[in-house]
């Protein structure tokens, strides 16, 4: 189980808003905190999750493998801290003899309408803008109405500086899926758990779509933290 701070308690006192949330990780994934904990983390992972490298790469070449993933993870966490990232959540171990190219990150989310309008009065307004070549649904999560948005990113779409794995994914279009989700109790204050994959080349195969499937049944099992 992964579990994060959401790092700013609310002003209001009369009423006790989470503390943080939590997630269960499949295996293989790992959380690397953006606001705190980074290079530790960092470093975990790559001694402690990272004895195995793919097939095809000689055991000479192991170190070199890591140090490059190291890099990657770097420039990954910052790319998703720069964009409001809390927690980056990635693989690091393969699956088959490979890596899987797939990443979500939980980031806080400014709404603007969110101080004059209900939460559930937002979810219906973004839920009846939608998402152009893509569906948006309001969910049920963690108990509460949310939003789940689900559509693929051209070539011409992306943007490197904005990926969660810009460095990774830049050339390949992309699966996206987002959760818009309320705090309880704290109504100007909305967090998004946002994944991307370029799956195995074609954002639309049955391997992509299993992928997708795999984060939803993530995201099915978060929860509010309140201590």
């Known amino acids: 189980m992964s579990t994060s701070d959401t790092e700013k308690q609310s002003p209001r006192a009369e009423v006790a808003a ?18 705190e904990g980074t290079k530790e983390a960092l470093e975990r992972i790559l001694f402690s999750h990272m004895e195995q490298v793919p ?58 309408q969110a101080n004059v309008m209900s939460q559930q009065a937002v979810i219906s307004e973004l839920v009846n803008e939608g998402v152009p070549g893509g569906t948006a649904t309001e969910v049920d999560l963690a108990g509460a109405p949310a939003l789940r948005r ?24 992309t699966r996206r899926v987002d959760y818009v989700i309320p705090v309880p109790d704290d109504p100007g204050r909305w967090i998004s758990i946002n994944f991307s994959t370029p799956g195995d080349g074609d954002i639309d195969s049955e391997f992509t779509g299993v992928l ?10 978060f929860k509010w933290r309140y201590e």
């Open 18 to 35: 989470p503390r943080g949330y939590e997630l269960i990780l499949p295996p293989g994934w790992v959380r690397i905190p953006l606001r």
């Open 55 to 112: 097939e095809g790469i000689p055991r000479d070449d192991a170190m070199r493998f890591r140090l490059d993933m190291r890099r990657q993870l770097e420039r990954q966490a910052r790319a998703a801290k720069r964009n409001g990232g809390l927690d980056l959540y990635l693989p690091v171990l393969p699956r088959g003899g490979i890596f899987l190219m797939a990443s979500f990150i939980v980031a806080e989310l400014p709404l603007g």
């Open 150 to 173: 689900a559509y693929g990113s051209t070539l011409e779409e992306e943007k490197p500086s904005s990926a969660p794995e810009a460095e990774q994914q830049a050339a390949l279009p």
């Open 212 to 221: 997708v499937e795999l984060f939803d049944a993530v995201v099915s099992t």
